[in-house]
């Protein structure tokens, strides 16, 4: 359940097989194991100092029960130890069932992410687009559903999220009737001679009288990959978000490139956000390079640099960013 943006895009075919480490399979049930784990020593926008972080520690357990060559019914548990950096309590990730089918795509409830968490551009590791959609919307909550259908070269995705839940976990739903927000999010797209584009869409309104949230989100981004290894990518996002009757209009664009050089993958991008009511703009930019150890363990190095200007704007204390890391999963 970590959200990344201007990351590179991860999109599942509905009815792949399952990635991770088989631990059990047995008459049409399978078991995997998956996880991941990211350190790195870095600085940020608040300090020039660096610092370790861990960035993520998570494992899960994806269980399916085949019903036959076209239907499986599954569920998954996330164990995550990285809620925030250097968190030291392991909390419950995503949990969810879900029914996959070979030819219809895959329909999952319960606490995972929508299609938002998927979006993005370039392959930055720690440094890329801040968030243009509101941090405080619902894409990785509980009350959720999700479809996913993917046929090599068209693909959707549908998220819904609603929260009737109390605060603090309490599941009283009856006495928060009144509380409650509704999130929709999705996209659609299309590979063809090389291009893969998508058309990204999303809705959020909270009904507190304390806070009301009203945010929406139109989204273009178009990849190309039809040069043998370079990856060329543009997104486009305009952000319509008014939250306690602060309007935090935004429109942002971005471009992003990677080049791979046998175990060696260079890349590099630019981001710029204009704010109407603030009349602020922020530019991003960052170059990194990561080297493949073995397919599933990587060390990188990025620098980068993020700048504010417009009237009465608060530049960040430290605008020149680098982190070095090693990431692994399974």
């Known amino acids: 359940m970590k959200k990344t943006l201007l990351a590179l895009a991860v999109l599942a075919a509905a009815g792949s097989a399952q990635a991770g480490i088989e631990i059990y399979n047995n008459e049409g049930v399978t078991v995997n194991l998956k996880g991941d784990i990211e350190i790195t020593y870095q600085n940020s926008t608040s300090s020039a100092s660096m610092s370790q972080q861990i960035e993520d520690a ?23 130890g990285s809620e925030s950096n250097n968190a030291e309590w392991t909390k419950n990730g995503d949990n969810y069932v879900a029914l996959y089918t070979a030819d219809f795509g895959s329909i999952k409830f319960g606490r995972l992410c929508t299609a938002i968490d998927d979006i993005g551009i370039g392959n930055d590791y720690q440094f890329g687009i801040n968030s243009f959609f509101d ?96 990856n060329l990518s543009v997104g486009y996002y305009s952000a319509d978000l008014e939250k306690a009757s602060v309007n935090k209009d935004n429109d942002t664009w971005a471009l992003a ?72 999963s399974f």
């Open 58 to 80: 998570d494992f899960g357990f994806d269980v399916r029960y085949a019903m036959n060559d076209q239907v499986s019914i599954g569920a998954y548990w996330e164990f995550n």
């Open 135 to 230: 941090k405080d919307t619902f894409e990785c909550q509980d009350e959720a559903v999700r479809y996913d259908y993917d046929n090599g070269m068209f693909y959707a995705t549908l998220g819904y999220v609603q929260n009737k839940l109390a605060a603090g976990g309490t599941t009283d739903n009856a006495a928060n009737q009144g509380a409650d927000a509704d999130y929709i999010d999705g996209y659609v797209g299309a590979r063809f001679a090389g291009f893969d584009a998508k058309v990204i869409l999303a809705d959020y309104d909270s009904d507190d009288s304390a806070a009301p949230v009203s945010s929406s989100l139109l989204g273009l981004e178009v990849a190309y990959g039809g040069v043998e290894n370079l």
């Open 257 to 328: 490139a990677d080049y791979t050089i046998g175990k060696v993958v260079v890349g590099a991008g630019y981001s710029q956000s204009e704010y109407d009511a603030t009349d602020e703009e922020q530019t991003n930019s960052f170059v990194n390079v990561g080297y493949k150890i073995l397919p599933a363990v990587k060390v990188y190095g990025e620098v980068a640099k993020r700048e504010k200007s417009g009237t009465g704007v608060t530049s960040f204390n430290n605008e020149n960013l680098a982190a070095v890391g090693v990431t692994a």
